[in-house]
Protein backbone atom coordinates (compact mmCIF):
# COMPACT_ATOMS: atom_id res chain seq x y z
CA UNK A 1 0.00 0.00 0.00
CA UNK A 2 2.54 2.71 0.25
CA UNK A 3 3.70 2.30 -3.31
CA UNK A 4 0.43 3.92 -4.32
CA UNK A 5 0.86 7.46 -3.46
CA UNK A 6 4.72 6.88 -4.25
CA UNK A 7 3.19 6.09 -7.63
CA UNK A 8 0.68 8.31 -7.31
CA UNK A 9 3.50 11.71 -7.22
CA UNK A 10 5.26 9.98 -9.89
CA UNK A 11 2.41 10.06 -12.33
CA UNK A 12 1.69 13.28 -11.52
CA UNK A 13 5.20 14.65 -11.89
CA UNK A 14 4.92 13.03 -15.40
CA UNK A 15 2.01 14.86 -16.48
CA UNK A 16 3.41 18.36 -15.22
CA UNK A 17 6.50 17.63 -17.33
CA UNK A 18 4.53 16.92 -19.95
CA UNK A 19 2.65 19.86 -19.72
CA UNK A 20 5.24 22.03 -20.57
CA UNK A 21 5.76 23.57 -23.16
CA UNK A 22 8.15 26.14 -25.32
CA UNK A 23 7.76 28.20 -27.62
CA UNK A 24 11.03 29.32 -29.12
CA UNK A 25 11.09 32.64 -31.24
CA UNK A 26 12.31 32.36 -35.05
CA UNK A 27 14.37 34.95 -36.08
CA UNK A 28 12.53 36.47 -39.21
CA UNK A 29 13.30 34.59 -42.76
CA UNK A 30 14.40 37.36 -45.02
CA UNK A 31 14.02 37.18 -48.59
CA UNK A 32 16.73 37.98 -50.62
CA UNK A 33 16.13 41.62 -52.16
CA UNK A 34 16.94 41.26 -56.24
CA UNK A 35 17.15 43.84 -59.02
CA UNK A 36 17.09 48.04 -58.54
CA UNK A 37 15.22 48.93 -55.25
CA UNK A 38 13.94 52.27 -55.80
CA UNK A 39 13.65 54.69 -52.80
CA UNK A 40 10.29 56.34 -53.51
CA UNK A 41 8.49 52.78 -54.11
CA UNK A 42 10.53 50.67 -51.67
CA UNK A 43 12.42 52.78 -49.02
CA UNK A 44 10.95 55.71 -48.51
CA UNK A 45 7.57 54.02 -47.18
CA UNK A 46 9.39 52.63 -44.63
CA UNK A 47 9.66 55.69 -42.82
CA UNK A 48 6.27 56.57 -43.06
CA UNK A 49 4.75 53.04 -42.77
CA UNK A 50 6.70 52.03 -39.87
CA UNK A 51 5.96 55.30 -37.94
CA UNK A 52 9.80 56.62 -38.25
CA UNK A 53 7.98 60.05 -39.02
CA UNK A 54 6.33 60.27 -35.66
CA UNK A 55 9.52 61.82 -34.42
CA UNK A 56 11.22 62.43 -37.99
CA UNK A 57 8.85 64.81 -39.36
CA UNK A 58 10.59 68.25 -39.11
CA UNK A 59 10.75 68.39 -35.82
CA UNK A 60 13.87 66.30 -34.83
CA UNK A 61 16.74 65.20 -37.33
CA UNK A 62 16.48 64.19 -40.03
CA UNK A 63 13.28 64.61 -41.56
CA UNK A 64 12.05 61.53 -43.37
CA UNK A 65 8.91 63.14 -44.15
CA UNK A 66 8.23 62.16 -48.60
CA UNK A 67 9.01 64.85 -49.40
CA UNK A 68 12.42 65.95 -47.73
CA UNK A 69 13.39 62.24 -46.69
CA UNK A 70 16.03 61.90 -49.64
CA UNK A 71 17.38 65.42 -49.27
CA UNK A 72 17.82 64.30 -45.13
CA UNK A 73 19.41 61.44 -45.86
CA UNK A 74 22.15 61.43 -48.76
CA UNK A 75 25.10 62.38 -48.65
CA UNK A 76 25.33 62.54 -44.79
CA UNK A 77 23.62 59.33 -43.81
CA UNK A 78 25.28 57.06 -46.44
CA UNK A 79 28.54 55.75 -46.64
CA UNK A 80 28.30 53.67 -50.20
CA UNK A 81 32.27 52.60 -49.53
CA UNK A 82 31.05 50.59 -46.48
CA UNK A 83 27.15 50.44 -46.64
CA UNK A 84 26.93 48.42 -42.97
CA UNK A 85 28.34 51.60 -41.47
CA UNK A 86 25.98 54.29 -42.80
CA UNK A 87 24.27 55.74 -40.00
CA UNK A 88 20.43 55.58 -41.66
CA UNK A 89 20.97 51.85 -41.71
CA UNK A 90 23.26 50.85 -38.64
CA UNK A 91 21.53 53.31 -36.26
CA UNK A 92 17.92 51.34 -36.34
CA UNK A 93 18.97 48.13 -37.16
CA UNK A 94 17.36 45.53 -35.65
CA UNK A 95 20.63 44.28 -34.28
CA UNK A 96 21.73 47.07 -32.60
CA UNK A 97 20.66 49.27 -29.62
CA UNK A 98 21.39 52.38 -30.20
CA UNK A 99 18.01 53.69 -31.65
CA UNK A 100 15.61 52.20 -29.00
CA UNK A 101 12.36 54.17 -29.87
CA UNK A 102 11.78 52.32 -33.28
CA UNK A 103 14.11 49.41 -35.03
CA UNK A 104 14.00 48.21 -38.66
CA UNK A 105 12.35 44.89 -39.31
CA UNK A 106 14.67 42.06 -40.68
CA UNK A 107 12.86 42.59 -44.07
CA UNK A 108 13.17 46.93 -44.11
CA UNK A 109 16.84 46.65 -42.96
CA UNK A 110 17.48 44.65 -46.14
CA UNK A 111 16.02 46.78 -48.44
CA UNK A 112 17.45 49.77 -47.25
CA UNK A 113 20.85 48.43 -47.12
CA UNK A 114 20.25 46.86 -50.80
CA UNK A 115 19.47 50.59 -51.77
CA UNK A 116 22.11 51.74 -49.96
CA UNK A 117 24.67 49.52 -51.83
CA UNK A 118 22.78 49.91 -54.97
CA UNK A 119 24.20 53.17 -55.01
CA UNK A 120 21.45 55.25 -53.09
CA UNK A 121 19.98 56.39 -56.14
CA UNK A 122 16.77 59.08 -55.79
CA UNK A 123 14.70 56.95 -57.85
Do not use: R
Request: neutral net charge; proline residues 9%.
Amino acid sequence: MKKSPIFFILILFALFMNGCKYDFILPEVVPPVTGTVSFATQVAPIFTNDNCISCHNGGQAPNLTAGNAYAQIVPGLINTATPENSIIYSFPAPSTAPHTWKKYSAGDAAIVLAWIKDGAKNN
